[in-house]
C-alpha cells in the first residue's frame, strides 16, 4: 500500500525556496554568467539569474556539504556528507546535460572542500576531519591518480592556483585572517588587515582583476579591501555570518549568502547590497493557503511567519517574533488574519497585508500553543497546547474571551479541525487519542484509539469519516459516529506521517513524514497516485491549495517545495 516510488508517476517539482547558508562558498555563479549554483539538502539546484527558473540535481543520499564549478563550466562538482563509517559520495555533473558523468567514494563521512584544475582534466578533494585526506582524481579516466593525508587540524577550503594546473593550496582554521603568499618562492608575503582584525573570523573571500579582496566575515560584514595592505574601502552589514561569495563575469557584479539563508546582490561601483532571495534557515512548521486562492501562502518557523507570492518564490512580508517559535497558524477564512501557535504560549493574531498584530492572547496554554484552528464564521478560535487541553475562544474586536476549556487529551494536541457547521472539531494528540468534540455542549462526542502518537488528523468533506496518521506509519480510516475503524494503509515504509490535507472534493489526499516522500493517494482506492521526490529534510506539513492551484510541502531542513497538484479536474 506504501507504494513502490520507482513504478509511481513522479508530481512535479514547481519551485524551491531554499538555501543552505551553512556551506561555506556554496553559492557559485557559472561561468555563462546566467546561471546560480547552490545546496539545499541533498539537491544542487541551478537557478536563472534572468527569470528565476529552477533546475535540480538530484544524485546525492545526504545533505550536500560543498559545490564548486570548473573554469570552463563544463563540469559541477559536489560533495556530501553520510554516517561515521561510510564512504561519502562525491558526484562531478555534466553542466550541460545536467546528468552525473561520475560518482567518486573514497573519503570518510565527509566531503569538505573541491577545486578543479583550470584545464578541466582534474578534480582534487579534502575530506573532512574524520577523513583528513586529499585526493586527486583524473575526470577522464573517472579515478584517483594521488592521495595525500593533510594537516590534523580543521581546513575549510582549497584552491588551485590560476596559471598552474600541478600547483595546489589549502587552508583552514586558526591561520590568521588573511595571508598572501608568494607563490615563487612559496613564502610568507603579507597578512593583515594589521589594526582592525574580521569579528568572528574570515569565512571566505575573492580576489578581484583590480587585485582588491571581496571578505566575507562571520559576523556578517561584507567588505571590500584594498589588495596591498588589506585596508577596508567598503563594507556593509549583511543579516547571518557571510559563507559565500560569487562574482559575475569579470567581477562587475557579485552575490554573497548568509548563514540566514539570504543572498544579496551588489555591483562593484556603488557597493549597495540589493536582498534577492529570503529562504527559512531553520525547520518550517506549518503551511497555509488563503481559502479560495493559490496565489500566496503562509508560513512559519522559529523567530517568524513569512507570507510568500506562490509564482515567484518572492517574501512578501516577515512578521518577527525573536526568540520565539511558531508552532502553528492557518488564514481565517475570510482572509482577514492570520492566527498563530507559538511555543511561549501565547496566540497571536496578524493582519496578513501588514503583518500588524490585531490581537495577542497570553497565557492561552501553559506549555506553549501546538494546534490552532478558526472556525468559519471568524469569531473563535480552537487551539490545542502542550499540555493536552483543547481551548475555545470567543475573538471580539481587539479583545477575547475563553468560553471553555476541554481537558481530556494527555498529552501534546497535534492537529486541530473543525467540521463546516463550526458545532463539532476533532483534535489529535501524541497520547495515542483523536476525539471529537461537541462545540455547543463542549463535551466528547467519540474518541480514537490507536497505538500512536498521532500527527496529523483530517475530515473527509462529507464530514462523515476522519483519516489520522502518525509515528506507527499507518492512514487510518475512521466513522465520525461511532469512532470505530473502517479501514488501515501502509502509509510510509519507514519513519512517521507528520503531514496529512485533504482535496476539497475528497478525491484524493497528500502524505508527507520522515520518509521525505511527498505522496498524493486516492482516497476511495486508497492507492498511491504520484509521488513527489526532493526533500532532504523530514516533511514537517503538506497542504493543498483550495483552487486546486498547487500543493506546497515544508521540511526540518528548512525547505519549502511547491509541487503541481496531480488532479486539477478534481478539486
Known sequence: MAGDAQDIPRLELEAVIGFNGHVFSGLRVHPDREHFIYPLGCTVILKSLKDGKQEFLHGHTNNVSCVTVSKSGRYIASGQVTFMGFKADLIIWDYEKRAIHARLQL??????????????????????????????????????????????????????????????STGGDGNGDILKVNLKTRLLNSCGPRKQKFSKGVNTLKVLKSGDILVGSGDGMFTLCSGPNFKTIKKVQLEGGVTSIAVR???????????????????????????????????????????????????????????????????????????????????????????????????????????????????AH????????????????????????VRVWEILQGCHRLIETMKEHKA??????????????????????????DLVRFVRNQMVLANTLFRSVCYHPEEYQIITSGTDRKIGYWEVYDGSAIRELEGSLSGAINGMHISQSGQHFVTGGDEKLVKVWDYSEGEVTHVGVGHSGSITSVTISSDNGSMVSTSADGAVLRWRYPHPSSP
Open 249 to 363: 563575469g569579470e567581477g562587475h557584479q557579485f552575490f554573497a549568502g548568509t548563514e540566514a539563508a539570504q543572498i544579496y546582490r551588489f555591483g562593484y561601483t556603488d557597493f549597495k547590497e540589493e536582498l534577492i532571495a529570503t529562504s527559512h534557515n531553520s525547520a518550517v512548521n506549518d503551511v497555509a493557503f488563503p481559502f479560495g486562492s493559490s496565489e500566496l501562502f503562509a508560513t512559519c518557523s522559529q523567530d517568524d511567519i513569512r507570507v510568500w507570492h506562490a509564482e515567484t518564490s518572492k517574501e512578501l512580508l516577515r512578521i518577527s517574533v525573536p526568540n520565539m517559535t511558531c508552532n502553528a497558524l492557518d488564514f481565517m477564512i475570510d482572509g482577514h488574519s492570520i492566527i498563530s501557535a507559538w511555543n511561549d504560549g501565547k496566540i497571536r493574531v496578524f493582519a496578513p497585508e501588514t503583518g500588524r498584530a490585531m490581537l495577542v492572547i497570553h497565557n
Open 107 to 168: 573519503h570518510k563521512a565527509k566531503v569538505e572542500g573541491l577545486a578543479f584544475s583550470p584545464n578541466d582534466k582534474y578534480l582534487v578533494s579534502l575530506g573532512g576531519q574524520d577523513d583528513g585526506s586529499i585526493v586527486v582524481w583524473n575526470l577522464e579516466s573517472k579515478e584517483a591518480i594521488c592521495g595525500s593525508p593533510a594537516s590534523a587540524h580543521s581546513f575549510r577550503f582549497l584552491l588551485f592556483y590560476s596559471h598552474g594546473n600541478c600547483s595546489l
Open 366 to 389: 501553559s506549555m506553549g500553543v501546538t494546534a490552532i484552528a478558526g472556525t468559519r464564521d471568524c469569531k473563535r478560535i480552537v487551539s490545542g497546547g502542550g499540555e493536552g487541553q
Open 412 to 437: 501534546t494536541v497535534t492537529s486541530i479541525k473543525i467540521k463546516s457547521n463550526d458545532k463539532e472539531c476533532v483534535t489529535a494528540s501524541s497520547d495515542g487519542a483523536c476525539i471529537i468534540w
